[in-house]
């Protein structure tokens, strides 16, 4: 299993597992982050899911706890990402996604757009997700473009549509891609909701030895720009969705911190 799913990765930049849920958690999922949903945009309203980009997303999964956690514990899981990282690879984000019918999310990304900085002859991250329900053209699947994991710089326009395909799967499969390969979100043009869960793995290193800002938080926010930005100011780890979202706070992860230019060994 582990190899095909390797040598599918390493070549298209995807591959699938399938059925990773059983029968009675596929059901569990769904409903419970269908119902999650609704409070959240009950409690936060309409207006300000929208405003935020935050209509078809259930971030952090982690607060849940329970069969949420039993999840990333899964044996299959866990084979997978060892098998294309490493068994000290970490959690970088664990939401649930759910695309509404006809309704254009910025948050979405219908732009075609890679979610990790490339290196070269090296995978540091891999993105999972698990559909709830059958996952096709109809309801969204993610398009991608095979291959493009490869690319350092962006294929161009009319590579891009040329070769795209879509991620399709049944509910309870595990949809496995390298995050560095070019996509972007499908449109939901059923007039059923589409729920999933999206993981996202990094490897360990890309972390700091200290929480700098956390430990310095009163002399560093008071420091230029420069030595803020040094010390991963810019780069900080919210604690919750507000911050995440910059809601009456300052936004912790600025943008345009995913760069990785002038470091090519030529």
Same mark, same amino acid.
């Given at each position: 299993?582990?190899?095909?799913?390797?040598?599918?990765?390493?070549?298209?930049?995807?591959?699938?597992? %399938?059925? $990773? &849920?059983?029968? +009675?958690?596929?059901?569990?999922?769904? !409903?419970? *982050?269908?119902? /999650?949903?609704? #409070?959240?945009?009950?409690?936060?309203?309409?207006?300000?899911?929208?405003?935020?980009?935050?209509?078809?997303?259930?971030?952090?999964?982690?607060?849940?706890?329970?069969?949420?956690?039993?999840?990333?514990?899964?044996?299959?899981?866990?084979?997978?990402? %060892?098998? $294309? &990282?490493?068994? +000290?690879?970490?959690?970088?984000?664990? !939401?649930? *996604?759910?695309? /509404?019918?006809? #309704?254009?999310?910025?948050?979405?990304?219908?732009?075609?757009?890679?979610?990790?900085?490339?290196?070269?002859?090296?995978?540091?991250?891999?993105?999972?997700?698990?559909?709830?329900?059958?996952?096709?053209?109809?309801?969204?699947?993610?398009?991608?473009?095979?291959?493009?994991?490869?690319?350092?710089?962006?294929?161009?326009?009319?590579?891009?549509?040329?070769?795209?395909?879509?991620?399709?799967?049944?509910?309870?499969?595990?949809?496995?891609?390298?995050?560095?390969?070019?996509?972007?979100?499908?449109?939901?043009?059923?007039?059923?909701?589409?729920?999933?869960?999206?993981?996202?793995?990094?490897?360990?290193?890309?972390?700091?030895?200290?929480?700098?800002?956390?430990?310095?938080?009163?002399?560093?926010?008071?420091?230029?720009?420069?030595?803020?930005?040094?010390?991963?100011?810019?780069?900080?780890?919210?604690?919750?969705?507000?911050?995440?979202?910059?809601?009456?706070?300052?936004?912790?992860?600025?943008?345009?911190?995913?760069?990785?230019?002038?470091?090519?060994?030529?």
């Amino acid at each position: 299993m582990e190899k095909n799913i390797v040598e599918e990765v390493n070549y298209y930049g995807f591959s699938k597992f %399938n059925r $990773l &849920l059983s029968v +009675k958690n596929l059901e569990f999922f769904k !409903n419970d *982050i269908l119902d /999650k949903k609704d #409070i959240e945009i009950s409690n936060e309203g309409i207006d300000l899911q929208l405003k935020t980009g935050e209509l078809e997303s259930l971030r952090d999964l982690t607060r849940f706890g329970g069969k949420y956690l039993e999840l990333i514990e899964d044996t299959n899981l866990n084979l997978i990402v %060892n098998s $294309l &990282l490493n068994d +000290k690879a970490i959690i970088h984000s664990y !939401n649930g *996604i759910i695309t /509404k019918s006809n #309704i254009k999310s910025e948050m979405m990304g219908h732009g075609y757009h890679r979610d990790q900085p490339y290196f070269k002859d090296r995978r540091t991250s891999i993105l999972i997700m698990i559909p709830l329900v059958d996952y096709n053209k109809n309801n969204g699947a993610t398009e991608y473009v095979p291959g493009t994991h490869l690319f350092e710089e962006r294929p161009s326009s009319d590579f891009l549509e040329k070769f795209c395909t879509n991620m399709e799967g049944k509910a309870g499969d595990a949809l496995i891609f390298d995050s560095t390969v070019w996509h972007r979100a499908g449109k939901n043009t059923s007039n059923e909701l589409r729920p999933m869960i999206v993981i996202k793995y990094t490897l360990a290193p890309f972390k700091q030895q200290f929480d700098f800002c956390k430990q310095h938080f009163t002399i560093l926010k008071n420091q230029n720009e420069l030595i803020r930005q040094r010390f991963g100011w810019n780069s900080r780890v919210p604690n919750n969705k507000q911050e995440f979202l910059g809601l009456d706070v300052e936004r912790k992860w600025k943008s345009g911190q995913y760069d990785m230019k002038n470091t090519k060994i030529e």
